[in-house]
Every structure is written in structure tokens, then in C-alpha cells.
């Protein structure tokens, strides 16, 4: 084994130490292999003018979003080398800004016609409806095993792929009943395969296959929009936020730590964003006609608090004080007012959101 070899091997033993999953390990190490051929010396003596030539390389090679991943096994590769914490921090290698793709989540109908157009094959029936229902990530959906369905509660285990970190979930019965119609089809190629959903050949499914699974399925149905793995994901959770779930309820399905990150994969449609846009912007105070969201739970008087906002009118405020600006927080907290004004979170979730900062204050916000 030459040098590169055993500092390769140090790397990938230092990226499971860290709970990295399986593909990330993947992913970097090749990243790495494909640095040390670039640059052809021996790693003692990488230099910044190394680190320059690779990014020149990757710039011209792959879109920004690629660049990120590329550039954090470079950076971490630099540490298990043992370059110092100075040099690592003058000449780390830093991402570039991310394209954000399309984030406009697929409508109920849409994932309905999806789950319709497959009804007839139990096995890509049974992914998507696996995938929306449980609103897995495309690994998580890749890992599932045999014995992690529980048909008697309606429960799945999730195994992120980071370690030995799993998350017990909630499935819909419609969910249940196609995993068994697909499990009366499903031939793997080793007896003792594990695998919940398998390829043709036998084996565990691969991301492409889940992927491919999708677009075609959306092309099938006449879904124009850019048709992504994660965009099932945002979509679920903005379905469950459109019908009025606690956010607390949706956190813990989607399993996301921070009620922050969770907000952001609520997305409105653009149906929703256009007749609030025309609301909002009518001089003659004629509001059209408003399409309520599939679902939606109006709060009444006696699932709702009243909100009293500490903040007096913005007109009265900037009269009295011409030079006040309104503050971060005060525009954060208008922003989860008028989510709770919606329905779309709980008392409790609003309380969370605003933070241990207002804590002497929750009682002005809400009565």
C-alpha cells in the first residue's frame, strides 16, 4: 500500500469516527483521489498554490452546488493531514452560493394523480407512497428494511444513514396496505436480502433508481415543474401544515431538530402566493375571492388566543419616532404572529419560535 493509499484509508477512518454516512464517506473519498492524481506530489507537501489548482479544476468542471461537498473533503482532508489550525483557517476553501432549485411544493392532486398513474405497479406505488407518506429523505428511503415496517401499529424505523441514529415514524394506512401488495412481487435475488425495496436484478435500490422513479412518474401525469426526491419531502410537509397539524406534530415526523429549518420547507403555492399578493395590494379594498387551501383548520374563538401585539401601529410608531426602524426580532415575531393568526401552528409552537429572549414578554403576545 503506497502513501496515498494509507492516508486514504486514515481519512475514511477518521469520517466514520464522525458519523458520517456511508455515501458521504463515498462521495468524499473520491474527491480525495481525484485531488492527490491532480496534483501529483506527495500530501507533506501540499501547498495553497495545490488547493488553488484544484479549485481552478472544480470551478470549470461542476455547477456551484457540486462545488460545496467537493470543498468540505478538501478542507477536512487538510486537517486529518495535520495542517496546522492557522493554515487550514488562510487558506480554507470556500463555497460558493448555492442555486436553490425549484421549491414549489407538487399540489394534492398532483401526488394524488402520482399514486394513481402506479396503482397497477406495486412496487413504484409503493415507493412513493412510502416516501411522501413518511416524508423521508432519498437515503433514508434506499436503507429501509424488512423488519422495519410495523404493520400492527403503523409505524416505520428510519435510519438516516449517519451511524446508528434511527427515528420510529408514523405510516398511512394506505402506505401499509402497498408495501403488502408489493411484498407479494418482491424476488430478491439472496433469500436473506433485507431490503425492503429491491431493483431488478435482486439488490437493494439505488438513489438513481428513485430519482429516475419519480421524474418519470411526474412526466407521466403531465407535471411540468422541476420533479425532485426532496421536493416529495417539502411537499409533504407543507400539505400537513396546509391542514392545520401542529407544528410540533410535523417536526417530530419530519424529524428535524430545528422548528426554523422546518419553516422553511413550508412553502406556499403560487395559487396561495398570487391571491395574497392581489389581497394585500388592492387601493379599493376589495378582496378577491380567496381559495382556501386544501384542508385548512380555521381556527375559531375557541381553538385560537387572541394576539396582542406588543408593537403599536407601524404609521403611529414612525410619526411619533421618524428615525425608528423596526428590528429583526420585531419583524421575526410579525412573521409568526400571522402564522398563528392562520392556524398554521399551535400556541405552544409560537412560544418556541419567538424564543427565551421574549420569555418575560409571551404574556403580551398572547392572552
Given at each position: 500500500?503506497?502513501?496515498?493509499?494509507?492516508?486514504?484509508t486514515?481519512?475514511?477512518n477518521?469520517?466514520?469516527?464522525?458519523?458520517?454516512?456511508?455515501?458521504?464517506?463515498?462521495?468524499?473519498?473520491?474527491?480525495?483521489?481525484?485531488?492527490?492524481?491532480?496534483?501529483g506530489?506527495?500530501?507533506?507537501?501540499?501547498?495553497e498554490?495545490?488547493?488553488?489548482?484544484?479549485?481552478?479544476?472544480?470551478?470549470?468542471?461542476?455547477?456551484?452546488?457540486?462545488?460545496?461537498?467537493?470543498?468540505?473533503?478538501?478542507?477536512?482532508?487538510?486537517?486529518?493531514?495535520?495542517?496546522?489550525?492557522?493554515?487550514?483557517?488562510?487558506?480554507?476553501?470556500?463555497?460558493?452560493?448555492?442555486?436553490?432549485?425549484?421549491?414549489?411544493?407538487?399540489?394534492?392532486?398532483?401526488?394524488?394523480?402520482?399514486?394513481?398513474?402506479?396503482?397497477?405497479?406495486?412496487?413504484?406505488?409503493?415507493?412513493?407512497?412510502?416516501?411522501?407518506?413518511?416524508?423521508?429523505?432519498?437515503?433514508?428511503l434506499?436503507?429501509?428494511?424488512?423488519?422495519?415496517?410495523?404493520?400492527?401499529?403503523?409505524?416505520?424505523?428510519?435510519?438516516?444513514?449517519?451511524?446508528?441514529?434511527?427515528?420510529?415514524i408514523?405510516?398511512?394506512?394506505?402506505?401499509?396496505?402497498?408495501?403488502?401488495?408489493?411484498?407479494?412481487?418482491?424476488?430478491?435475488?439472496?433469500?436473506?436480502?433485507?431490503?425492503?425495496?429491491?431493483?431488478?436484478?435482486?439488490?437493494?435500490?439505488?438513489?438513481?433508481?428513485?430519482?429516475?422513479?419519480?421524474?418519470?412518474?411526474?412526466?407521466?401525469?403531465?407535471?411540468k415543474?422541476?420533479?425532485?426526491?426532496?421536493?416529495?419531502?417539502i411537499?409533504?410537509?407543507?400539505?400537513?401544515?396546509?391542514?392545520?397539524?401542529?407544528?410540533?406534530?410535523?417536526?417530530?415526523?419530519s424529524?428535524?431538530?430545528?422548528?426554523?429549518?422546518?419553516?422553511?420547507?413550508?412553502?406556499?403555492?403560487?395559487?396561495?402566493?398570487?391571491?395574497?399578493?392581489?389581497?394585500?395590494m388592492?387601493?379599493?379594498?376589495?378582496?378577491?375571492?380567496?381559495?382556501?387551501?386544501?384542508?385548512?383548520?380555521?381556527?375559531?374563538?375557541?381553538?385560537?388566543?387572541?394576539?396582542?401585539?406588543?408593537?403599536?401601529?407601524?404609521t403611529?410608531?414612525?410619526?411619533r419616532?421618524?428615525?425608528?426602524?423596526?428590528?429583526?426580532?420585531?419583524?421575526?415575531?410579525?412573521?409568526?404572529?400571522?402564522?398563528?393568526?392562520?392556524?398554521?401552528?399551535?400556541?405552544?409552537?409560537?412560544?418556541?419560535?419567538?424564543?427565551?429572549?421574549?420569555?418575560?414578554?409571551q404574556?403580551?403576545?398572547?392572552?
Open positions: 500500500m503506497n502513501e496515498n493509499e494509507k492516508l486514504i486514515k481519512y475514511k477518521y469520517l466514520i469516527a464522525e458519523s458520517k454516512s456511508k455515501q458521504t464517506i463515498q462521495s468524499y473519498t473520491r474527491t480525495i483521489r481525484q485531488f492527490l492524481n491532480l496534483i506530489k506527495n500530501p507533506d507537501n501540499i501547498d498554490n495545490d488547493l488553488q489548482k484544484f479549485k481552478l479544476y472544480a470551478v470549470q468542471t461542476y455547477g456551484s452546488n457540486t462545488l460545496t461537498p467537493k470543498y468540505s473533503a478538501i478542507n477536512i482532508f487538510m486537517k486529518v493531514i495535520g495542517k496546522s489550525r492557522d493554515w487550514r483557517e488562510e487558506y480554507h476553501l470556500k463555497s460558493p452560493r448555492q442555486y436553490t432549485p425549484n421549491k414549489n411544493p407538487l399540489t394534492i392532486e398532483e401526488v394524488t394523480k402520482m399514486f394513481k398513474v402506479t396503482e397497477h405497479d406495486y412496487k413504484e406505488n409503493a415507493m412513493l407512497k412510502v416516501f411522501y407518506y413518511g416524508l423521508l429523505r432519498r437515503n433514508e434506499s436503507n429501509l428494511n424488512l423488519e422495519d415496517i410495523d404493520y400492527n401499529r403503523n409505524k416505520i424505523k428510519i435510519n438516516s444513514g449517519k451511524g446508528n441514529k434511527y427515528s420510529t408514523n405510516l398511512h394506512p394506505d402506505c401499509i396496505e402497498s408495501i403488502k401488495k408489493y411484498l407479494t412481487i418482491r424476488q430478491p435475488k439472496n433469500p436473506n436480502d433485507k431490503a425492503l425495496f429491491i431493483n431488478i436484478f435482486g439488490n437493494r435500490i439505488k438513489h438513481t433508481e428513485i430519482t429516475n422513479t419519480l421524474k418519470r412518474t411526474a412526466f407521466k401525469v403531465g407535471i415543474k422541476r420533479v425532485y426526491p426532496h421536493l416529495f419531502r411537499s409533504g410537509i407543507t400539505h400537513m401544515a396546509q391542514k392545520g397539524i401542529n407544528l410540533k406534530i410535523i417536526q417530530q415526523q424529524r428535524h431538530s430545528d422548528l426554523n429549518t422546518l419553516m422553511g420547507y413550508i412553502q406556499p403555492t403560487d395559487e396561495e402566493s398570487r391571491d395574497e399578493y392581489i389581497r394585500g388592492s387601493l379599493n379594498d376589495i378582496q378577491p375571492k380567496q381559495k382556501k387551501p386544501y384542508g385548512l383548520v380555521k381556527p375559531t374563538e375557541e381553538t385560537q388566543p387572541k394576539l396582542y401585539h406588543k408593537v403599536e401601529n407601524d403611529d410608531k414612525l410619526n419616532y421618524p428615525n425608528t426602524k423596526r428590528t429583526k426580532d420585531e419583524d421575526k415575531t410579525d412573521k409568526y404572529i400571522a402564522l398563528l393568526q392562520k392556524g398554521l401552528i399551535g400556541k405552544d409552537d409560537f412560544l418556541n419560535l419567538i424564543g427565551n429572549d421574549n420569555k418575560d414578554n404574556n403580551t403576545y398572547i392572552q
